[in-house]
């Protein structure tokens, strides 16, 4: 079974520029989530999807940030204009989506570095 | 709003050397205690859930423990390839029925 995908792995940025990230779930997992981890912290959750609705979008700064995941599939976390304490490593992850309490599934993250 | 304390920060041990990592939490009624490994450059890989306090659950050399207030990874024998940063997660019964707050991890390095 494939697990999460997602691109770009690594990205360099100018602060103020603007940048794009994709993910592409496991097959069949209704609910997405994306997170950022700063070094040397653990993961915080941005938003969550359940299908192509937002279900928790409550940690993301919504005045650079944005995502959107039109056909309950795919989803693209788009951050504009950057910011220096924007470097981290993105991380999607998917679920079933059929139980509150589920594991979550990770892909292997989009480390992102704004100059 | 939950929070994860994971300690120590960082462990180093020699092949062999059994240790166990804590991590200590407060949440509004514990829905589940997850734990991960997450590996340099990649991201994190589900070890285990636990769900209610006394329950025990075991993977290889690994073996997670859960109780009211904390959890630990038990290490048996730790092997170099079991280094890695361990990432505890709670979720909650407050709030969004999915989010997972993480602790900061622990760096374990086995020497050989």
């Known amino acids: 079974e494939a697990g999460v995908a997602q691109s770009p792995r690594y990205k360099i940025i100018e602060k103020r520029q603007s940048v794009a990230f994709w993910c592409n779930p496991i097959?069949?997992?209704?609910?997405l989530y994306w997170y950022q981890q700063i070094l040397g912290q653990g993961p915080k959750l941005l938003i969550q999807?359940?299908?192509?609705?937002?279900?928790?979008d409550s940690q993301l700064p919504k005045d650079r940030f944005s995502a959107e995941r039109l056909k309950g599939v795919d989803s693209t976390l788009k951050i504009q204009p950057a910011k220096l304490e924007d470097s981290a490593v993105y991380l999607c992850?998917?679920?079933?989506?059929?139980?509150?309490?589920?594991?979550?599934?990770f892909g292997p993250g989009t480390r992102l570095l704004v100059l | 709003e939950d929070q994860v304390t994971q300690s120590p920060e960082a462990l180093r041990l020699q092949e062999g050397e059994s240790s166990s990592l804590n991590c200590s939490y407060t949440?509004?009624?514990?829905?589940?205690l997850f734990w991960y490994r997450q590996d340099p450059g990649k991201g994190p890989e589900f070890l285990f859930t636990?769900?209610?306090a006394g329950e025990e659950k075991e993977k290889e050399r690994l073996k997670a423990t859960l109780t009211k207030k904390e959890s630990f990874l038990h290490i048996t024998a730790p092997k170099p390839e079991d280094s890695a940063t361990y990432l505890c997660?709670?979720?909650?019964?407050?709030?969004?029925?999915?989010?997972?707050?993480f602790g900061k991890g622990t760096l374990l390095t086995v020497n050989p």
């Open positions: 949440v509004s009624g514990l829905r589940g």
């Open positions: 636990l769900y209610s």
């Open positions: 992850a998917s679920s079933l989506g059929q139980k509150v309490l589920e594991t979550q599934y």
């Open positions: 997660a709670v979720q909650g019964r407050g709030g969004s029925n999915y989010k997972l707050t």
């Open positions: 097959s069949g997992h209704a609910t």
């Open positions: 999807f359940q299908n192509n609705g937002v279900v928790d």
